[in-house]
């Protein structure tokens, strides 16, 4: 049971365009969201995350977005850097659950 | 260290024997979870630990995945009579509290298992 969903397997975009990563969940208990990038041969490290009590969190170049309604979240990153190039995962959790519920990730491509 | 530890960092090992992947967590922090990846696919959840708590180990695939965790340190993760495909990347992460509790995840960088 998928309970987390990245639709997108891979995108591909320009250097200094925005790229706009997207995220359905159907577990309306989830209340916090985050998303990480994994480089290849290295562990996922974090990036940015979202209350449910919240629908924007901004830092930096990297803004997420929280539909609650609709169960969706996005990331956005803008401007797109060569270094952004990344398998980039969803994931949720719950104050009572306590463990993290990913996505099957996208692999972002970033060309010059 | 400074962040979460794994070893080893790629093992091979035969179909039919036994494997214990070990992790460090990042000193302090009372939970620690257990991922794996197969190859293109997801990071799927195997289990879970929080401080003195019984582990949630409700994403172990079998009975031959076990694992333990002493006190708020080491973990290990032992696979019994390995199949090929348990084949993949096992990685742990630690957290200071419950991810729920608006904290995040930090992984270490994962063991390459490959059963031949």
């Known amino acids: 049971d998928q309970q987390v969903k990245q639709n997108s397997p891979s995108l591909s975009v320009q250097e200094g365009r925005i790229s706009i990563l997207n995220c359905d969940y159907t577990n309306s208990m989830f209340d916090y969201f985050l998303w990480y990038k994994k480089y290849p041969a290295e562990g996922p490290t974090f990036l940015i995350s979202i209350s449910s009590i919240k629908d924007k969190n901004e830092d930096g170049r990297f803004t997420v977005f929280l539909n609650k309604s609709a169960k969706h979240l996005s990331l956005h990153i803008v401007p797109s850097q060569p270094g952004d190039s990344a398998v980039y995962f969803c994931?949720?959790?719950?104050?009572?659950?306590?463990?993290?519920?990913f996505g099957a990730g996208t692999q972002v491509v970033v060309t010059p | 260290g400074a962040g979460v530890s794994q070893s080893p960092s790629n093992k091979v090992t035969e179909k039919g024997k036994d494997v214990e992947l070990r992790c460090d967590p990042i000193?302090?922090?009372?939970?620690l979870y257990w991922y794996r990846q197969r190859l293109g696919q997801g990071l799927e959840f195997l289990i879970y630990?929080?401080?003195?708590?019984?582990?949630?180990k409700s994403g172990l695939p079998s009975d031959r995945f076990s694992a333990e965790r002493t006190g708020e340190s080491v973990s290990t993760l032992t696979i019994q009579r390995t199949q090929q495909e348990d084949s993949a990347v096992y990685l742990c992460?630690?957290?200071?509290?419950?991810?729920?509790?608006?904290?995040?995840?930090?992984f270490g960088q994962g063991t390459r298992l490959t059963v031949v």
């Open positions: 992460a630690s957290s200071p509290d419950r991810v729920g509790g608006y904290t995040e995840a930090f």
């Open positions: 000193s302090g922090h009372t939970a």
């Open positions: 630990f929080q401080g003195n708590s019984a582990p949630d």
């Open positions: 994931a949720a959790s719950a104050v009572s659950w306590g463990k993290l519920q």
